[in-house]
């Protein structure tokens, strides 16, 4: 579970990154990101019920989009790594398929690679 400090909740944090944050998709999933002044990423995940009807599986795709973003975050605590902090929104994209945990690790890595080095494409 990711820390109190680590999490995205109010509606005018969100509304703010929705609204001047940039914007890149990532296979299968989109995000918007905006620098922050605090010390802590934030996250906040939106899977809808166009990706699945069923609850359980949106609730296990976004158990696995926490998983992975705190794995990330816990890595770069142990490297000792200085960098700007960020709010990031996770929309899970309607349409494809989330296979497996892998796949979504292995996408979250690349997202944290480019913000570490400022690259949004």
């Known amino acids: 579970m990711l820390l109190k400090g680590n999490r995205l ?3 005018k944090d969100l509304e703010r990154v929705f609204k001047n944050g940039r914007f ?3 296979d299968f999933l989109s995000f918007k ?9 934030r996250f906040a995940f939106i899977v809808s019920s166009k990706v699945s009807k069923k609850a359980v599986l949106r609730n296990k795709i976004r158990r696995w989009l926490r998983a992975a ?3 990330q ?3 770069e605590r142990l490297n000792g790594e200085n960098q700007k902090s960020v709010d990031v929104i996770i929309v899970v994209q309607p ?3 989330v296979k497996n945990f892998q796949e979504v690790k292995d996408v979250i890595n690349k997202i944290f690679k480019k913000i ?3 690259i949004f494409n």
């Open 33 to 41: 990101i905006l620098f922050n002044n605090l010390k802590n990423n």
């Open 24 to 26: 890149f998709k990532e």
């Open 116 to 118: 570490k080095y400022g």
């Open 69 to 71: 973003v705190l794995l």
């Open 73 to 75: 975050l816990k890595q």
């Open 9 to 11: 909740r109010r509606d």
């Open 95 to 97: 349409g494809r398929e």
